[in-house]
């Protein structure tokens, strides 16, 4: 009888200790899945940093379980989510759709006032300096090199005078 007891308890010791396994690997796929869609999504959308897209859009992120469409019955097969908060364009007011990761950092680009510091602009870097060819000194007057060395030293090839 002693046995059976022993028996029992080392058995339920082991499903116990499974379960807890079963659940750790889980929440690991589940994070690893989330965390790679939306690094994935972030760095194809110019992010700087897709840590910092990861940490914003993370608590909002699930794994969902893909159904058939014609049976209705669950595949097996999963997809990452987003719901995303959204104002409505008829009322105004906020609502959370769902999107991809692609689709939410999309959408996370266009809104500047909100995300514009996250992403690499796609605007051209304007020059500080005049980016002109450099000047043949062998061609110019003695008057015109002096005029070229005080206004534009740069194009003789001159680092600019630091007043």
Not at 19 to 35: D, G, H, L, P, V
Not at 81 to 87: A, C
Not at 92 to 115: C, D, F, Q, S, W
């Amino acid at each position: 009888m002693n046995d059976k007891n022993s028996n029992a308890e080392q058995l339920e010791e082991r499903v116990a200790t499974a379960e807890q396994e079963a659940q750790q690997w889980e929440r690991r796929y589940k994070e690893a899945t989330i965390s790679h869609a939306l690094k994935d999504a972030a760095a194809a959308q110019g992010a700087f940093n897709a840590e910092q897209v990861v940490a914003l859009l993370r608590g909002m992120t699930k794994l969902v379980e893909i159904t058939d469409k014609a049976t209705g019955k669950p595949t097996d097969q999963f997809k990452v989510v987003v719901d995303f908060p959204e104002t409505s364009s008829k009322t105004g007011k906020p609502v959370t759709v769902e999107k991809t990761p692609e689709e939410a950092v999309k959408r996370m680009k266009e809104l500047p006032g909100t995300y514009g510091n996250l992403f690499v602009s796609g605007a051209p870097k304007k020059s500080t300096t005049k980016q002109q060819d450099p000047i043949d000194v062998r061609t110019l007057t003695p008057a015109q090199y002096r005029e070229i060395r005080n206004t534009n030293p740069e194009r003789l090839g001159l680092r600019p005078a630091y007043r």
